[in-house]
């Protein structure tokens, strides 16, 4: 190995370069790629509200649908607002005229949102008649006012009379009347103070749930679709990471049945509170334990930082909303997206990349009449699309059309920038070997001034798209961010020092 290809391969932007490789086909090879609407198929909704809203209210009735959808069990849900009377929902891997229906109902219902104590409903959402605007204190704590009706304070009072930090929950669209089969580890969860506040002595969530909404929790331990259904005596089941297997069989036998699956990262806690469609528990403050009615009062909390208590406080404020909220939906269209369809986009995708490295490396070639150049110009095209698969691999990215249409467009911009790199170099061959190596570093310099130009207004550009757009318009706007960045941070410098060697600077 000589002295030149040893400093090449141990330059720190090479090594750089291979790290980001060597992770993204790790990441790619543990961790499936997830795909949009478009791709994998599924369903589109598009809903209209019963009259024209405010910017602010359409915000509300996008993130309260989100949370109900979730709730519901759906993975890969996109809730868009558009304009000031339209609510598109895209779901993807709904292929079912059963399932669209179901989500249908979902849309148009305006939501039943409960509050519970020590196992009893003292009201809903009819009983909140005013939520005040959140407020974060510098401490990073947070409230959110909100008013409740005369009957449910007094309701409320006679509960919690000297039970000071018992959990208060409160819960929005749980599934009411069913059969909940769990993880076994979920169900100790449950029957555990996991979910008591302040409170250990207090009833487990399992004990509430059932007094409450007569849910019946039972742990997953292979159960067969007739034992099932014994067990549901009439009720719905609704298999939470379980029995996935058992979901036809229970059909095929008249048994109304919801597949719940349990999404990457999500913890036991989590899974709960999203099945449930539960927010909380909430201890139970002094001042509301003496059995003293009161009307008017707050749910607290504490964050780390002011982001997570805005996101908390915001959360809290659009789920008490949720129970009354000021305006209808209907759905008014509906479209499919067949799989068989997406997957024929993904194979045409795939081949349009293939078709595009390929001729990147004809074009180079052609231009400089040199294949030393066009391998590493594509190669470094190839090591791109890899690292950007592998960070949307990694962060659960859904790929779309529009994303992949932005992988596309960081590599063309990253061909143009490898050129001007590499015509920088060239221009200094005529000159002496001395000449050239005290003007490399201010050939380079220049080209990188273009480079981080160009990256400058097309971030610009792109970050005008994912704030002030809704919609396909953000994915494409994310990976195209995510490939310039790749680009002038990772592959950009490491082609550099390849380019340099090619052309024999030192």
Same mark, same amino acid.
């Given at each position: 190995?000589?002295?030149?290809?040893?400093?090449?391969?141990?330059?720190?932007?090479?090594?750089?370069?291979?790290?980001?490789?060597?992770?993204?086909?790790?990441?790619?090879?543990?961790?499936?790629?997830?795909?949009?609407?478009?791709?994998?198929?599924?369903?589109?909704?598009?809903?209209?509200?019963?009259?024209?809203?405010?910017?602010?209210?359409?915000?509300?009735?996008?993130?309260?649908?989100?949370?109900?959808?979730?709730?519901?069990?759906?993975?890969?849900?996109?809730?868009?607002?558009?304009?000031?009377?339209?609510?598109?929902?895209?779901?993807?891997?709904?292929?079912?005229?059963?399932?669209?229906?179901?989500?249908?109902?979902?849309?148009?219902?305006?939501?039943?949102?409960?509050?519970?104590?020590?196992?009893?409903?003292?009201?809903?959402?009819?009983?909140?008649?005013?939520?005040?605007?959140?407020?974060?204190?510098?401490?990073?704590?947070?409230?959110?006012?909100?008013?409740?009706?005369?009957?449910? +304070? &007094?309701?409320?009072?006679? #509960? *919690?009379? !000297? =039970?000071?930090?018992?959990? @208060? $929950?409160?819960?929005?669209?749980?599934?009411?009347?069913?059969?909940?089969?769990?993880?076994?580890?979920?169900?100790?969860?449950?029957?555990?103070?996991?979910?008591?506040?302040?409170?250990?002595?207090?009833?487990?969530?399992?004990?509430?749930?059932?007094?409450?909404?007569?849910?019946?929790?039972?742990?997953?331990?292979?159960?067969? +679709? &007739?034992?099932?259904?014994? #067990? *549901?005596? !009439? =009720?719905?089941?609704?298999? @939470? $990471?379980?029995?996935?297997?058992?979901?036809?069989?229970?059909?095929?036998?008249?048994?109304?049945?919801?597949?719940?699956?349990?999404?990457?990262?999500?913890?036991?806690?989590?899974?709960?509170?999203?099945?449930?469609?539960?927010?909380?528990?909430?201890?139970?403050?002094?001042?509301?334990?003496?059995?003293?009615?009161?009307?008017?009062?707050?749910?607290?909390?504490?964050? *780390?930082?002011?982001?997570?208590?805005?996101?908390?406080?915001?959360?809290?404020?659009?789920?008490?909303?949720?129970?009354?909220?000021?305006?209808?939906?209907?759905?008014?269209?509906?479209?499919?997206?067949?799989?068989?369809?997406?997957?024929?986009?993904?194979?045409?995708?795939?081949?349009?990349?293939?078709?595009?490295?390929?001729?990147?490396?004809?074009?180079?070639?052609?231009?400089?009449?040199n294949w030393k150049i066009a391998i590493p110009v594509a190669s470094t095209s190839l090591f791109e699309v890899t690292i950007i698969l592998g960070i949307a691999a990694l962060i659960k990215w859904n790929l779309d059309l529009p994303s992949i249409?932005?992988?596309?467009?960081?590599?063309?911009?990253?061909?143009?920038?490898?050129?001007?790199?590499?015509?920088?170099?060239?221009?200094?061959?005529?000159?002496?070997?001395?000449?050239?190596?005290?003007?490399?570093?201010?050939?380079?310099?220049?080209?990188?001034?273009?480079?981080?130009?160009?990256?400058?207004?097309?971030?610009?550009?792109?970050?005008?798209?994912?704030?002030?757009?809704?919609?396909?318009?953000?994915?494409?706007?994310?990976?195209?961010?995510?490939?310039?960045?790749?680009?002038?941070?990772?592959?950009?410098?490491?082609?550099?020092?390849?380019?340099?060697?090619?052309?024999?600077?030192?």
């Amino acid at each position: 190995m000589n002295r030149k290809l040893k400093k090449l391969l141990f330059n720190w932007r090479i090594i750089l370069l291979i790290i980001f490789l060597s992770g993204s086909i790790a990441t790619l090879a543990t961790r499936p790629l997830t795909f949009g609407i478009d791709i994998s198929g599924g369903v589109a909704l598009i809903a209209q509200t019963e009259h024209p809203v405010d910017s602010k209210t359409m915000e509300l009735v996008v993130d309260s649908l989100q949370k109900r959808l979730n709730t519901y069990g759906l993975r890969d849900v996109q809730v868009q607002g558009q304009g000031n009377d339209i609510v598109v929902v895209k779901v993807a891997n709904v292929t079912s005229a059963e399932e669209a229906n179901a989500l249908k109902k979902v849309i148009e219902s305006q939501g039943v949102f409960y509050m519970e104590f020590d196992g009893v409903i003292f009201g809903t959402g009819k009983d909140i008649t005013y939520v005040g605007v959140y407020k974060i204190n510098p401490d990073n704590s947070w409230e959110v006012p909100f008013r409740i009706s005369k009957t449910a +304070a &007094e309701k409320f009072a006679t #509960l *919690a009379k !000297g =039970k000071a930090g018992w959990p @208060v $929950d409160m819960f929005l669209d749980p599934p009411i009347n069913s059969l909940l089969v769990v993880p076994k580890s979920m169900y100790d969860l449950m029957n555990s103070t996991a979910f008591n506040a302040n409170a250990p002595q207090a009833p487990y969530l399992v004990e509430r749930i059932h007094d409450a909404f007569n849910i019946t929790t039972i742990a997953y331990a292979n159960q067969s +679709a &007739e034992e099932l259904k014994k #067990l *549901a005596d !009439g =009720k719905p089941i609704v298999l @939470v $990471d379980v029995g996935a297997s058992l979901v036809d069989k229970l059909r095929a036998m008249n048994v109304s049945v919801r597949y719940v699956p349990r999404q990457s990262g999500v913890s036991d806690a989590e899974l709960v509170r999203s099945v449930l469609g539960l927010y909380g528990p909430y201890s139970l403050g002094e001042g509301l334990a003496n059995g003293v009615p009161q009307t008017d009062v707050q749910i607290t909390g504490h964050a *780390a930082n002011r982001l997570q208590a805005e996101q908390e406080a915001k959360t809290v404020y659009t789920v008490l909303k949720s129970g009354s909220l000021p305006v209808k939906l209907k759905v008014i269209g509906m479209q499919f997206i067949s799989p068989k369809l997406g997957e024929s986009f993904k194979t045409q995708a795939l081949y349009a990349g293939i078709a595009a490295l390929i001729a990147v490396l004809l074009i180079v070639y052609f231009h400089y009449r040199n294949w030393k150049i066009a391998i590493p110009v594509a190669s470094t095209s190839l090591f791109e699309v890899t690292i950007i698969l592998g960070i949307a691999a990694l962060i659960k990215w859904n790929l779309d059309l529009p994303s992949i249409a932005g992988i596309i467009a960081a590599i063309g911009t990253g061909v143009d920038q490898q050129i001007v790199i590499t015509d920088e170099l060239l221009g200094g061959e005529k000159l002496t070997k001395i000449t050239r190596r005290s003007s490399t570093l201010k050939r380079i310099g220049r080209a990188f001034f273009i480079i981080f130009a160009s990256a400058a207004t097309t971030i610009a550009a792109m970050s005008f798209l994912l704030v002030y757009f809704v919609g396909t318009l953000k994915g494409f706007a994310v990976t195209t961010i995510i490939g310039v960045l790749i680009g002038i941070f990772v592959t950009r410098p490491a082609y550099a020092e390849i380019a340099k060697y090619l052309v024999g600077e030192d």
